[in-house]
Every structure is written in C-alpha cells, then in structure tokens.
C-alpha cells in the first residue's frame, strides 16, 4: 500500500461534498498534469489511502483521509466538449487522461494548516513543503502519513 495526498480546491470540491455524495465516494477527475497523470495511471492503486488537501484555500492545509477504491480508468470529462478539462485531442481509443475513485475515510477534526505541517521536524522532505510544488498528485511516506494522522487526532 503507497499514501499520496490529493490537492482539492475547496471551492470547487471540498471534503463535506465528499462526505455529501453518495457512498461518501467520487472520481478523481480534470487531472491534467502530465506528472500527476503517471501518479495516477502508473502507480495509484486500489487501497491506497490518500491525504485530502484543501489548496487555495486561507488557510490552506490537509483535511482528512480517502481510500483509492478504483484505479486509473479514462476521464471521460477529456471527451466532454462543455467540461472545462475537455482535451480536443483527447480520443476513446487512446485516453491521455485518467481519474480513480476514492471514498472518505476521515474528516480530521480540525484543518492541519500549511503553517503547521512546515514546523514539523518529522515531515522534512515531504513534496508539499517544498517551495514552489505545486503537483496535484503527490506520494507521501508512511511516516509522514503517519505523522499527519497523529497530528490530526491530537
């Protein structure tokens, strides 16, 4: 099992509209990275667990767990001519893009700021705190996953 962390804007898609759909689960679409798209097709896998993390957000920071619960399928918003991450040369026969399913697992019971994550001593290292990252899709130790969990329950 691998841990990622998954960048959401909350305005467009937060946790509590995770937690509003049905099952409490969701496709991972509009990737359009060509990085975070490898993550995802190459690596992201079934039961994998995920840090979901609110971006442009004031404060931004990490809110919760999901579980992957289907890997990498073609995202059919590439093919949809009114979606905002439709790809003119995006083809049914040979997707460039893909999305997962994830399920919530968590909602932390507090946000666990950027602020905060960057003066822990146990997460150095970790893409997120690197100035300038910016990839949606990005793997995460076990330690530091662990790291943030205990964060959250404290």
Known sequence: MKHWLFKTEP??????????SPGKKTFWNGV??????NLLRDDVRK????????????????????????????????LDSASEYFDPKETPENP???????????????????????????????ELLRRGSRLSIQPVSARQFNA??????K
């Open 11 to 20: 305005d467009s898609f937060s946790i509590d509209d995770l937690a509003r």
């Open 32 to 37: 359009r990275n060509y990085q975070a798209r």
């Open 47 to 78: 039961g994998d667990l995920v840090l979901l993390y609110h971006s442009n957000a004031k404060p931004a920071g990490v809110v919760g767990i999901c579980e992957v619960v289907r890997e990498s399928y073609a995202d059919s918003s590439a």
């Open 96 to 126: 460039r893009w893909v999305m997962v399913d994830i399920r919530l697992k968590e909602k932390f019971p507090r946000m666990l700021p950027l602020d905060e994550l960057r003066m822990v001593q146990a997460l150095d290292g970790m």
């Open 148 to 153: 943030i969990v205990a964060m959250a329950k």
